[in-house]
């Protein structure tokens, strides 16, 4: 059976896509947060997951205000990346799993999710930004695993609840563990932490919050469901809402999970960056 080995969180902000691209990991600027990653180079060499579940929020790339699902799960055999106009280079195609996002999508169905099955999919900066990350070299490195990429809703209210993002996770571990293949998986939430781009509160960070964020999301991930989306937006600015990816990965890990590590580090770009590493515990 598959099994579901642990999740991971990152920022996927665009200008860490152009610092790979130039090889500025060891800059004053960048170096804080490059440093967070080692250490979960090393769990992944370690463990090599077949497949990475990449929980992302699509940023109007594959899907745009006028048709916007809430859930949305890719069930293609690979994912092409395109310009978004950030000035990244664009990345090779990615390999899924289609079988995999089938039976995904069967099982959360029947669990009464309802999900929109997308056979196309471009995967953009939220998904890119972290393969680079967890991955550097992506096809070129020995591990590289397939992936599936499921996008939330974050960008048009209403978007989903703190409490409906942890149930997700929660059908969406159930879907895996049923899966009959002998596979590895890794579940990545991406996006966060505190940051607004736009509007009177333009590079809002929330230091605070995000640490009580990192340390629930360990302990207690069912006490952040009782945060208000309208909350969530006051608390971690207007994209702040990305946090929901993380409750998402973290509601498919289970009751108990081991931090093997953490990093913080604000600014990067606009925004407070956590990159986390937890492990299942069986
Ligand atoms: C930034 C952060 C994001 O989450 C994003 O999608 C785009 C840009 C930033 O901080 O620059
Ligand atoms: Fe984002």
């Known amino acids: 059976m598959a099994k579901i080995i642990g999740g991971l969180t990152t920022s996927h902000i665009p200008a860490v896509g152009n610092a790979i691209a130039r090889e500025q ?35 109007g790339l594959a899907l745009f205000l006028d048709q916007m699902p809430t859930f949305a799960i890719g069930a293609a055999h690979e994912y092409i990346n395109e310009d978004e106009g950030w000035g990244i280079p664009v990345l090779p195609p990615f390999k899924g799993d289609a079988p995999l996002s089938w039976h995904i999508i069967e099982s959360m169905v029947d669990d009464e999710f309802d999900i929109t099955s997308c056979q196309e999919m471009p995967v953009d900066h939220g998904f890119t930004v972290p393969m680079q990350l967890f991955w550097p070299g992506l096809g070129k490195h020995p591990n590289f695993p397939r992936a599936i990429p499921i996008s939330a809703n974050t960008v048009q209210h209403p ?124």
């Open 25 to 59: 990991q060891n800059d004053p600027y960048w170096k804080p947060f490059f440093d967070g990653y080692p250490p979960i180079h090393a769990w992944l060499d370690k463990h090599k997951p077949d497949v990475a579940i990449n929980i992302y929020n699509d940023h």
């Open 159 to 282: 978007i989903p609840t703190l409490k409906r993002a942890l149930d997700f996770g929660k059908a969406l571990g159930r879907a895996i563990r049923s899966y009959p293949d002998d596979i590895k998986v890794v579940i990545l939430g991406t996006g966060g932490m505190s940051h607004q781009l736009d509007g009177e509160r333009a590079g809002f960070i929330n230091k605070e919050f995000d640490l009580m964020c990192m340390e629930k999301i360990v302990t207690d991930p069912e006490s952040l469901t009782k945060i208000s989306r309208r909350e969530l937006v006051r608390q971690a600015g207007a994209q702040g809402t990305e946090f929901l990816m993380w409750m998402m990965m973290r509601g498919a890990l289970g009751d108990k999970v081991n931090p093997i590590h953490q990093n913080y580090h604000i600014p990067i770009s606009n925004t407070g960056a956590g990159t986390m590493m937890l492990e299942c515990i069986d």
